[in-house]
C-alpha cells in the first residue's frame, strides 16, 4: 500500500513538472541553426551516446537520459543519472549530470548534483518516467538504432498522446529523425 502511494504521488509530481516545464520557452535542438551546428560537431566525438550511458552506469547510478550538446561553442557529452536507482523517489534520490567533452579517447565528464528548480523538475520527471518501463536507456538505444539509420544524439524520455514513451534524436545525412521507442 505504501509503494502504491509512493507511486501515485511520483505520478502526481510529474504531472506538475511537466505543466511548469511547458511554460518555459523551447530552445536547442528545436533552433534549426543550433541543431546544425550540434550535427557538425558531431563527427568530433570519438565516442556515442551509447558509450557515455554505459560509462554513466558502470557507478551503480541509472542513466535516465542522454545527450550531445554545444557548451559555449565546443561539444559536450551529458548523462542525466538517478544516482539511488529507479526505485528511489526522486526526493530521497541523488538527480546529477555528468558532463564532459566526448573529444578525447577518455571520456571524464565533471559531476553536478542538481539543486536549481529546472534541473531537479526535468530530471525527476524523467526518473519517474523512466521508473514506469522496463528498458533502460541502452536497450532504448539499441532498439532505436535498429529502425533508423544514424547518430543518436538526443535520448529523453517524454510524454507522447498520454503515454510514457523515449524521444531519441539521431542525425542521419545532416537531417534530424525523430524516434519514439517505448520504455
Given at each position: ?36 551546428a550540434l ?14 550511458v ?6 551503480g ?11 559555449d ?60 518501463g ?50
Open positions: 500500500m505504501k509503494s502504491r502511494a509512493m507511486l501515485q504521488l511520483s505520478i502526481s509530481f510529474v504531472v506538475l513538472l511537466f505543466g511548469l516545464i511547458g511554460l518555459a520557452p523551447i530552445t536547442g535542438a528545436e533552433d534549426s541553426k543550433d541543431t546544425q550535427l557538425e560537431a558531431l563527427g568530433k566525438s570519438k565516442l556515442t551516446v551509447l558509450d557515455g554505459r560509462q554513466a552506469a558502470k557507478g547510478a541509472v542513466p535516465i537520459s542522454a545527450k550531445f550538446e554545444l557548451e561553442g565546443k561539444l559536450s557529452l551529458s548523462v542525466y543519472t538517478a544516482g539511488k536507482g529507479l526505485s528511489v523517489p526522486p526526493e530521497q534520490n541523488v538527480l546529477q549530470e555528468l558532463s564532459g567533452s566526448p573529444e578525447g579517447e577518455k571520456w571524464t565528464p565533471n559531476v553536478e548534483v542538481f539543486k536549481d528548480v529546472a534541473h531537479v523538475a526535468r530530471s525527476s520527471a524523467q526518473l519517474t518516467l523512466m521508473a514506469l522496463n528498458s533502460s536507456l541502452a536497450d532504448i538505444i539499441a532498439r532505436a538504432q535498429k529502425v533508423q539509420s544514424g547518430t543518436v544524439f538526443s535520448v529523453t524520455p517524454v510524454i507522447r498522446n498520454h503515454t510514457a514513451v523515449t524521444e531519441v534524436l539521431m542525425s542521419d545525412h545532416g537531417k534530424v529523425q525523430k524516434v519514439l521507442q517505448p520504455l
